[in-house]
C-alpha cells in the first residue's frame, strides 16, 4: 500500500514562496498520477493541481496558475509543489494524493490514496 508523507509546509509572509514535498513509499511511483489538493479552515477540500505518471502532464487550479509550479522526481518517488507569490488566500492543510490510474482528475474522489497533510500559512 502506498504511503504519502508530506514536508515543507510552514509560516511565510504574502509574497514569499515554499516548497512542499511529498515523499512515497511501499508502491510503484511511477505507476501513480500524483496531485495536490488543500484545505482552509471551513472550507472544503480543493484541488490544486496533479501531474501524470510521466510528468508530461500538469493542470492547476485557477487561483495558483502561475504562480505554483507541480513536479515529480521518479526516482526519489517524490512529488514536489513550488509555491511562489503567495498570498493569505492560500493558507491551508495542503494533502498529497496518489492515484493508480491513467485518468487524469480534479476530484479528490479519484485518489487512492493521500498523505496526513502539511500546514501553509501566509501573514499579510
Known amino acids: 500500500q502506498l504511503q504519502l508523507v508530506e514536508s515543507g509546509g510552514g509560516l511565510v509572509q504574502a509574497g514569499g514562496s515554499l516548497r512542499l514535498s511529498c515523499a512515497a513509499s511501499?508502491?510503484?511511483?511511477?505507476?501513480?498520477?500524483m496531485a495536490w489538493f488543500r484545505q482552509a479552515p471551513g472550507k472544503e477540500r480543493e484541488f490544486v493541481s496533479y501531474?501524470?505518471?510521466?510528468?508530461?502532464?500538469?493542470n492547476y487550479a485557477d487561483a495558483v496558475k502561475g504562480r505554483f509550479t507541480i513536479s515529480r522526481d521518479n526516482v526519489k518517488n517524490t512529488a514536489y509543489l513550488q509555491m511562489n507569490s503567495l498570498e493569505p488566500e492560500d493558507t491551508a492543510a495542503y494533502y498529497c494524493?496518489?492515484?493508480?490510474?491513467?485518468?487524469?482528475?480534479?476530484?479528490?474522489?479519484?485518489?487512492?490514496?493521500w498523505g496526513q497533510g502539511t500546514q501553509v500559512t501566509v501573514s499579510s
Open positions: 511501499g508502491g510503484t511511483f511511477i505507476r501513480y498520477t
Open positions: 494524493a496518489a492515484a493508480n490510474s491513467l485518468r487524469l482528475t480534479t476530484e479528490g474522489s479519484g485518489y487512492d490514496y
Open positions: 501531474i501524470s505518471r510521466n510528468g508530461y502532464y500538469t
